[in-house]
């Protein structure tokens, strides 16, 4: 229903304000991975954007002798909402520190909640055992934490059993969702950061989203101001 109420709203912007194509500008999103402590060259990856959907898209694999990484059915939009899918996987003797993280343009507003959750699985590729620890998704607006939906950190482990056997990560249906009220305001970007330790000779891969949401009042009220403008 909030999505429609702001859909109708846009419906009748258009209407009253029509602009020219080369008018309506779109931001790509912003992608950080590092490894180690050591910030990766994403140029690997593909950006792009499907104008039917107002959507960005970002795939791609990227991979070195100690690890390897792939971004998959990740989109985000000013709308906005952020989901996103990212795997790795350790081919070193140690634990390995993964950190990926997206950031959003956001536009319209004021908006004045937000959800986060996600959910993973883990693969033991010797049979010695699978370990996931320091498990952490934050939520940011405008680049900050917003630590009412912060999920974790947690703890995922796994076997030994035999090699390449998979689990989950949570056991249970996954992390959240988690979702907390906002000051009504005008924020400027949404973002994810997921953060994990991985053990070595393993692989992990988890997807999830950030979503960020208007009460329908405010929306509601919008939509007949602009419409009775529209009238005069």
Known sequence: ???????????????????????????????????????????????????????????????????????????????????????????????LTFSFSITTPVREGPYDEISNSFNGSMTDFAGDGVNLSGIVLRALLNGLNVPAVQLGPSTCTGGPGAPLTGYPCPAGPGFGPVSAMLTPLFYTSLGMDLTFTLSPGDSASFNGAVDLTASPEPTTAALIGLSLLCLA
């Open 1 to 95: 229903m909030k999505r429609l109420l702001g859909a109708s709203v846009l419906f009748v912007v258009a209407a009253c304000f029509p602009l020219r194509a080369s008018e309506v500008i779109s931001f790509p999103p912003v992608v950080s991975i590092s490894v180690g402590g050591v910030q990766v060259d994403t140029e690997g990856l593909k950006i792009t954007y499907d104008p039917s959907t107002q959507q960005w898209h970002v795939v791609g694999d990227i991979a070195t002798a100690d690890w390897s990484l792939s971004v998959s059915g990740t989109s985000t939009t000013p709308d906005p909402f952020i989901l996103y899918g990212f795997g790795a996987a350790n081919l070193t003797g140690a634990p």
